[in-house]
Nanobody, 122 residues
Framework: QVQLVESGGGLVPAGESLRLSCTAS????????MGWFRRSPGKDREFVAT????????HYRDSVKGRFTISRDYDKKMVFLQMSNLEPEDTAVYYC???????????????WGQGTQVTVSS
């Protein structure tokens, strides 16, 4: 049973950066694609970024391209989301997820963390 724990959230002014971390325990992440999702108040959970296990490729939602970078450390069983030039619209709870297939929908992932709050002030 894989368990995921996010950290690194906080309150920052617009234009600043944050780095989110996701630490896995209870199992190996080799063969799993890793993703980041977020949920803003009153909205559904939405895809942010993913890194696919098979080809090592990454994919981002359009609004974060060029500002966010997803990466992973297999040895440490960690996944990161480097967020730069943050905007108030990025305010949300950010979730880490792991799945055999990976993708842009929540159905593509099996394991989820509890989330970490990111608040960007204007």
């Amino acid at each position: 049973q894989v368990q995921l724990v996010e950290s690194g959230g906080g309150l920052v002014p617009a234009g600043e950066s944050l780095r989110l971390s996701c630490t896995a325990s209870g199992g190996l992440l080799i063969g799993y694609s890793m993703g980041w999702f977020r949920r803003s108040p009153g909205k559904d959970r939405e895809f942010v970024a993913t890194t696919y296990s098979t080809a090592g490729t990454t994919h981002y939602r359009d609004s974060v391209k060029g500002r966010f970078t997803i990466s992973r450390d297999y040895d440490k069983k960690m996944v990161f989301l480097q967020m730069s030039n943050l905007e108030p619209e990025d305010t949300a709870v950010y979730y880490c997820a792991a799945g055999r297939i990976g993708g842009t929908t929540t159905y593509d992932y099996t394991y989820w963390g509890q989330g970490t709050q990111v608040t960007v002030s204007s």
